[in-house]
């Protein structure tokens, strides 16, 4: 009789206010969890009432991982970068930056970039020290409000001489700025980013994915949840942290300093090793066992 194969369910969060960030990790943790030999259901809760299943994995901003209305679970690890203070067998605070004891009664803490649950082809990367023939701007899934498309307008003004391309996701503002190229990216972003030498980026799991490829990064914390893997990751010389008014202006320094390009791309990838869903399922794995 064949042994039947053990089973870890992912929840999370997706759809307008909550964006496209929390499956994307979701879909790079069950990615290695499969290649393990392991089932993975993965749920959205948007439609679920009550995840159950004897080892779940929440990644949600809506609701809290050790509640027992909504979690019913042998082993529930949760995904989150909030610092709540979760009551849980494990805890995987993946920002860069993040801090393990302010998770103080989850029974084990992974934290900070070796745990960023991110997973991005192989492509072939255009080089971050040659030319600007393009810039990549792209503030999540769910920016109903055209942050992005503002962002994009002032790099468009920074750097005239490039392509500035936006991505519009799916529950985000519709329309590209004049001279700006719309980019619908349903299956990802890994080529976008790698055909960007300069990628101005929101906090979040594309910056990650950014960094991952090695590319010249400015992060903008959209949301008091970015700010830590913004600052963290600046502090690292990874990226270059921006704010909406200061845009213009760094993005037009950078464009002019291959070096400052080079380094920044050399460090990105020091800082992010791409590991983290690897880590992550090992010690998934041990709660398991």
Not at 71 to 92: F, K, P
Not at 189 to 213: H, Q, R, Y
Not at 278 to 288: F, G, K, N, S, Y
């Amino acid at each position: 009789m064949s042994r039947p194969r053990r089973t870890v369910t992912l929840a999370f969060d997706e759809g307008p206010g909550a964006g496209l960030g929390h499956r994307r990790r979701m879909e790079a943790l069950a990615s290695e969890l499969r290649a393990r030999g392991l089932r993975v259901p993965m749920v959205s809760l948007g439609a679920s009432a009550m995840v159950a299943g004897r080892v779940v994995v929440i990644d949600s901003y809506r609701i809290r991982a050790d509640a027992n209305g909504r979690v019913n679970a042998g082993v529930v690890v949760a995904i989150d970068d909030l610092g709540r203070d979760l009551e849980v067998d494990l805890v995987v605070d993946p920002s860069p930056g993040a801090d393990a004891t302010v998770h103080l009664r989850a029974a084990r803490v992974l934290a900070g970039a070796p745990y960023a649950l991110v997973c991005v082809p192989s492509v072939q990367t255009a080089a971050v020290d040659g030319p600007i023939g393009r810039v990549l701007v792209t503030t999540g899934a769910a920016d109903a409000e055209g942050v992005g498309a503002r962002l994009a307008a002032a790099v468009s003004a920074a750097v005239p001489s490039s392509e500035v391309r936006l991505v519009i996701g799916p529950w985000g503002w519709a329309e590209a700025p004049d001279g700006v190229s719309a980019v619908h990216a349903r299956d990802g972003l890994a080529s976008e980013l790698a055909a960007a030498p300069i990628v101005v980026t929101a906090g979040g799991v594309t910056m990650l994915e950014a960094c991952v490829l090695g590319r010249a990064t400015i992060g903008v914390a959209l949301a008091a949840n970015q700010r830590q893997a913004v600052d963290g990751l600046a502090a690292a010389g990874a990226i270059v942290a921006a704010t909406p008014e200061s845009l213009g202006a760094i993005v037009q320094t950078l464009a002019a300093d291959p070096a400052q390009r080079s380094a920044l791309g050399a460090q990105a990838r020091d800082a992010l090793d791409g590991k983290g869903p690897v880590r992550v399922a090992d010690a998934i794995e041990e709660l398991i066992r």
